[in-house]
């Protein structure tokens, strides 16, 4: 299973960006999708996650401005950001919580997308 994010970049305060992130290889079945971030000298932390049947969760600092939803027919996940805030800017990371040919539950991670936000 493999996961290819999307989408991020420079973007100036209160401006908006969305990632996506499409898995594809051998998959079975995904159950829950998700966004993380890393900030420079921080570490990884949550910013939202979406079940399989669309129950989300986010990150105190991101309700009410990110929204996190999927296509599950294209094993896609996405990260809608507005208004965002220079403490946004870091490396964002999708995972997915798969099982793949071998039949056991995995979790997976993107590559990655810097996402950028000046003042």
């Known amino acids: 299973v493999q996961l290819q994010a999307s989408g991020g970049g420079l973007v100036q305060l209160g401006g908006s960006l969305r990632l996506s992130c499409a898995a594809s290889g051998s998959i079975v079945s995904i159950n829950a999708m998700g966004w993380y971030r890393q900030a420079p000298g921080k570490q990884r932390e949550l910013v939202a996650i979406?079940?399989?049947?669309?129950?989300?969760n986010y990150a105190d600092s991101v309700k009410g401005r990110f929204t996190i939803s999927r296509d599950n027919a294209k094993n896609t996940v996405f990260l809608q950001m507005n208004s965002l805030k220079p403490e946004d800017t870091a490396v964002y990371y999708c995972?997915?919580?798969?099982?793949?040919?071998?039949?056991?539950?995995?979790?997976?991670w993107g590559q990655g997308t810097q996402v950028t936000v000046s003042s």
């Open positions: 995972n997915a919580v798969a099982t793949g040919p071998d039949w056991k539950l995995r979790t997976y």
């Open positions: 979406i079940s399989l049947g669309g129950s989300t």
